[in-house]
C-alpha cells in the first residue's frame, strides 16, 4: 500500500504561482510514475503533469506546458509541482497519483483509470 499526502494547494489571482507537493510513504518501491491529475466540478480527471522516476522524465498536458513544472527529491519520497502563470480555468481541485509504469512512455501517457493510489485532493483557485 502507499498513502500519498498533499499540503499546498489555496487561492492566488491570476497570473501568480503556487506549489504543491506530495510525500509517498508505504510500499513507495511499487511505484515508478508520480503526478498530478486535476478534476474542476463537471469534468473528467485530466493528467496534468508526471514523471518517471527512473530517469526523471516528465510529461505535460497541453494547457500546463510551460507553466508547471514537476519534479522530484527522491531522498525525501516527494513530488513537486510548480504552478506559474497561472490562470483561472487552472481552478480545480488536484489529486497526486501514483502507479507501476512498464517504461517511461507508459508513464507520461498513463490514464486516470491506470492510477493506483490517489492522495486526498488538494483544492487550487485562480481568481481572475
Known amino acids: 500500500q502507499v498513502h500519498l499526502l498533499e499540503p499546498g494547494g489555496g487561492s492566488v489571482q491570476a497570473g501568480g504561482s503556487l506549489r504543491l507537493s506530495c510525500s509517498a510513504s508505504?510500499?513507495?518501491?511499487?511505484?515508478?510514475?508520480v503526478g498530478w491529475f486535476r478534476q474542476a466540478p463537471g469534468k473528467a480527471r485530466e493528467r496534468v503533469a508526471v514523471?518517471?522516476?527512473?530517469?526523471?522524465?516528465?510529461g505535460y498536458s497541453d494547457s500546463v506546458k510551460g507553466r508547471f513544472t514537476i519534479s522530484q527529491d527522491n531522498a525525501e519520497n516527494t513530488v513537486l509541482l510548480q504552478m506559474s502563470s497561472l490562470k483561472a480555468e487552472d481552478t480545480a481541485m488536484y489529486y497526486c497519483a501514483a502507479v507501476w509504469a512498464g517504461n517511461d512512455n507508459y508513464c507520461i501517457t498513463v490514464q486516470a483509470s491506470e492510477v493506483n493510489y490517489w492522495g486526498q485532493g488538494t483544492q487550487v483557485t485562480v481568481s481572475s
Open positions: 508505504g510500499h513507495t518501491a511499487g511505484t515508478n510514475c
Open positions: 514523471i518517471y522516476r527512473f530517469g526523471g522524465r516528465t
